[in-house]
Every structure is written in C-alpha cells, then in structure tokens.
C-alpha cells in the first residue's frame, strides 16, 4: 500500500504481489471517502525519525522491508509477530461451550472462520460462505458480527441472514459464534485444522504464529497483498474472486478441502507448520535487534 501511496505510476517491483483490477478500485474509492486511512499511514511514517516499527519478521517479508525503507528513506525495522499468548478472559465464558464440542473433534479436522472487526460480510458473500461450508463437509467454527445494533434478539439476526435451512443441513458440523471469539485461543487447538480469513495482517500473523494453514478470502484495502503474500510464502491458498468480484462458494468449499483434508494440501500444511517451529526457534532476535537499532538512535542523538 506504501508504494500506491508513494510511487502510484510506477510499477510495482514485485509481480506476484500485486492488486487486480477490481481491488485497486475498491481501495481508490475507499481511499477517496476516507482519506485519513492514508494519511494517518504516511504521516506516522513521516513523522518518525530515523527508524520504523512494523509488526512482522524479516525472513518472510525481507525484500519489502527492504524497499519500503527506499520509498521514505527510513529503516523499516521489524519488531517479530508479537502474538500473546492466550489467557482466560471474561468473554471466553460465553463461548466455552465451543471448546467443549471442539474437544470433541478429530485433530485438525475444524476450520476457523472469521473475517475480522472492521468488516462486515455483504449477505452474497454470507450466502457464498455458508454454502461453501456446507458443501465442504468439514467442520467448521464460524464467527458472524452484524453492524452495531443488528446483534441479540436472540440470535434471530443471524437466522434472518444465513440462507434457509442452513443451520439444520449441518447440524453439529458447525458451530456459529455472533459477535466475537478468543481468535488466539481458537487457533491454538490443536484440532483446528486451517483458517478462513479475511487476511488482515494481525490474522495473518497469529496463523502463521500457530501453524494452523490460511484459507484466504481478502476484502478490503491491505488484505489483498497480505493473501498474495500468504501464497507466496507457502502458508495458504486464496480462493479467488470472479473479475466482477463475486465469491464462490462451490470454489471456497474446494480450497478448504485441499488445504484441510487433500493429499495435494499436504505442502501447504507442511510450510505451515515449519513457519510456526521457525517463529518459535527465532524467539526474541527480531526484538534483540529493535534494542539494538534504538540504543544506536539514542547515542547518536
């Protein structure tokens, strides 16, 4: 997104990362209605000194850090995943009784299915998700938010919007959670078996953090890189989008299954699990060199 920002006529020195035609759009006219997303982003670079923070790591995202500190002529310096991880928390009484059913389940035979805070899905790609999922025949535990004052009447929100008949056809398959769900716990079970998400970076992260393999669905504004990024590193597959920016439920439902179940996934479950063992041998270098840099700053201040 810096590069948009910074360099919009020239191409990105990158090809498999990259906008297609409809999400650069989407991002421009989100941009345009909101332009304090871009400008908050450039002024708190600008407005650092010498070095920057990010949330990441440098064996996967090197070279872009590396061209990201060209564009504004400051070192990008990356802090690790910086993941927590899970406690009790007061809300997770209200979903216990999903870890009950989870604990039920076979090893790494449940999806996790969420699409983040900010976003609220459209009810076509409700519908396209619910029936991917329930074609897929794979247990899932799905995370569903409306707009503030949509949620509660005792769930009759959700049943007005999930397609007829939805919640019966797969029965104790699934399990649908309104509103919120300790995400890192949820990730860290070993019985959850991939992640469909929307790819914000944070999401991007804690999967990656815990080996569990990325089904990405990318939305809006950043999450289209981080979903090419995930294909790139090896951690995920993306279920691509029509040129008119419709979801398909039949294709969500074929890569949940390729990358849960199917022989041809078996790479992909593996990357994720080496990352996982690759952030856990790094443990804090990514931190011992942020001490570094900021003893430098300071000295040299």
């Not at 989100?30 to 908050?40: K, Y």
């Not at 794979?138 to 707009?147: A, E, G, K, L, M």
């Not at 990024?229 to 074929?254: C, M, T």
Request: proline letters at 5%.
């Amino acid at each position: 997104m810096f590069h948009c920002f910074r360099k919009p006529w020239i191409e990105f020195p990158f090809p498999t990362i990259y906008y297609r035609d409809y999400e650069y759009s989407e991002m421009k006219r989100l941009l345009e209605c909101d332009p304090t997303e871009r400008d908050g982003a450039c002024e708190g670079v600008e407005r650092s000194c010498e070095i920057v923070l990010v949330k990441g790591f440098r064996d996967t995202e090197g070279k872009y850090i590396d061209y990201v500190t060209s564009l504004f002529g400051k070192k990008f310096v990356p802090v690790g995943p910086l993941v927590q991880e899970p406690i009790p928390d007061e809300k997770e009484d209200e979903s216990s009784g999903i870890f009950s059913w989870l604990d039920m389940k076979e090893r790494k035979s449940t999806v996790f299915v969420s699409f983040g805070s900010e976003y609220f899905l459209t009810k076509e790609d409700m519908d396209e998700i619910a029936y991917g999922l329930e074609v897929s025949n794979i247990n899932f535990i799905w995370v569903v938010r409306f707009p503030k004052g949509a949620n509660g009447h005792n769930g009759l929100m959700l049943e007005k919007t999930l397609p007829r008949g939805f919640l019966e056809r797969v029965g104790d398959r699934g399990k649908i959670l309104e509103g919120w769900a300790p995400q890192t716990k949820m990730l860290g079970h070993e019985n959850i078996g991939g992640f469909v998400s929307h790819c914000g970076w944070n999401s991007v992260i804690e999967s990656m953090n815990f080996g569990v393999p990325i089904i990405a669905v990318p939305m809006q504004l950043d999450q289209p890189i981080n979903a090419r990024l995930v294909e790139e590193i090896g951690v995920g597959v993306e279920v691509v989008r029509d040129s008119n920016k419709r979801l398909s439920g039949e294709r969500l439902a074929a890569v949940i299954e390729q990358v849960v179940m199917e022989d041809c996934g078996e790479v992909v479950r593996q990357k994720a699990a080496e990352m996982r063992e690759k952030l856990k041998s790094k443990g804090d270098e990514e931190i011992d060199e942020v001490v570094k840099e900021l003893v430098t700053l300071c000295n040299n201040s």
